[in-house]
């Protein structure tokens, strides 16, 4: 079965950067879609970011200008940079992988188990 990990947790300033990885254990970046994930406290979780297996990217509106999503295809492993970051970006970040519908979406059948980022005002 893939797995996925994440990594990257910290505790960053507003207004600072922080990077996030996820390797997978098997090459499925050509065949799936990933993304990444996040849920903050009390709230539902919410699709962040997107990359298709076609190279196509998706941005949630409120990080916009601020995240880029990416990949190695070489190292299996989806990256998340995350700049200007703001107190609301906090929350528990995961990694998804599956149909681009389903990412896009409510979210594929791959989970990471989640990685938690805190921006501090």
């Known amino acids: 079965q893939v797995q996925l990990v994440e990594s990257g947790r910290g505790l960053v300033q507003a207004g600072g950067s922080l990077r996030l990885s996820c390797a997978s254990s098997?090459?499925?970046?050509?065949?799936?879609?990933m993304g990444w994930y996040r849920q903050a406290p009390g709230k539902q979780r919410e699709v962040v970011a997107v990359?298709?297996?076609?190279?196509?990217?998706n941005y949630a509106n409120s990080v916009k200008g601020r995240f880029t999503i990416s990949s190695d295809t070489a190292k299996n492993t989806l990256y998340l940079q995350m700049n200007s970051l703001k107190p609301e970006d906090t929350g528990v970040y995961y990694c998804?992988?599956?149909?681009?519908?389903?990412?896009?979406?409510?979210?594929?059948?791959?989970w990471g188990q989640g990685t938690q980022v805190t921006i501090s005002s």
């Open positions: 098997e090459s499925i970046l050509s065949t799936s879609a």
């Open positions: 990359l298709t297996r076609n190279g196509v990217t």
């Open positions: 998804n992988a599956g149909p681009t519908f389903r990412v896009l979406s409510t979210g594929g059948d791959l």
